[in-house]
């Protein structure tokens, strides 16, 4: 570990970055791990952080973890790496609310250019837990319902704006992002990412079903990213992306605090199904 990044509000570590030293023998397997990893931690239910990190995960729900001093912080700390060490490999990772500003800072670099290999533990997924639903049938009709409903609010929000020329937000990021790669891991016990499942799962399914241009309209939007930006507010959501790399636990949870924690992912005996998802 070569530096601890400190949040400015409560002064708790958030993230470290480390630097690998590699062996003195050359291993084939050093050969391809990354010279740096800057990682961050979730929520810590500590009297010292709990204040500040709720308020983080509130910003988060709202879409607004962007306008947070701690995603600044951590922003800063990737572009001063990347720029100290050009063309170094580097690596984000991050745990629940750590993930999310993983996610928001690998997004972020994507915009300039650089693509890190980003592996997501739990990442948020800000909507209803659809997921959760048992009966296969009522659940896909809900998807149905959600993405008719994205669809036709994004469409009449890109016809009110097109009077000023400016391009939907949404497509243009997903036209950005579409090169990205993150590594997502998911569990169906943790309903704050388990939508991850079905958000990409839908959309292959819809497009078998001949409806490919309804769910790519819903796939670059969100019902509240789009009521943020009819009440005039800035929202970034950081769950909607074009592609990623899903890796599922399948495994028994035997409840949420195990199916949201990341000493899940650590276990030997783990059962993961693993998905390819690429978008634009």
Request: proline share 5%.
């Amino acid at each position: 570990m070569i530096r601890k990044l400190v949040d400015d509000v409560d002064l708790s570590i958030f993230g470290a970055i480390f630097e690998f030293n590699p062996p003195s023998s050359k291993e084939a397997s050093a050969q391809d791990a990354p010279r740096f990893v800057i990682a961050f931690r979730g929520t810590i239910t500590e009297k010292e952080t709990i204040s500040r990190d709720l308020s983080l995960d509130l910003h988060l729900v709202q879409n607004g973890l962007h306008k947070t001093s701690r995603f600044a912080i951590a922003m800063q700390a990737v572009q001063n790496v990347a720029s100290a060490f050009p063309g170094s490999l580097i690596w984000l990772a991050g745990h629940s609310l750590g993930a999310g500003t993983a996610i928001l800072t690998g997004r972020n670099m994507v915009k300039k250019g650089a693509f890190l290999d980003s592996f997501l533990f739990n990442p948020p997924f800000v909507a209803a837990p659809i997921e959760g639903i048992r009966d296969e049938r009522v659940k896909h009709g809900f998807r149905i319902a959600r993405s008719v409903i994205t669809a036709g609010l994004a469409i009449a929000m890109k016809a009110k704006t097109e009077g000023n020329n400016q391009r939907s937000v949404a497509e243009e990021s997903f036209n950005i992002l579409s090169s990205w790669t993150p590594y997502l891991f998911v569990n169906p016990g943790d309903h704050v990412c388990s939508e991850y499942i079905g958000y990409f799962q839908h959309r292959r399914n819809m497009e078998d079903l001949g409806a490919g241009f309804i769910e790519k309209l819903a796939t670059q939007n969100s019902i509240g990213d789009l009521f943020y930006k009819a009440l005039g507010w800035e929202s970034e959501p950081l769950h909607l992306l074009p592609s990623a790399d899903l890796i599922v636990n399948v495994s028994p949870s035997p409840d949420f605090k195990y199916a949201h924690g990341i000493s899940q992912w650590w276990q030997p005996d783990l059962n993961l199904q693993c998905n390819k998802y690429r978008y634009s």
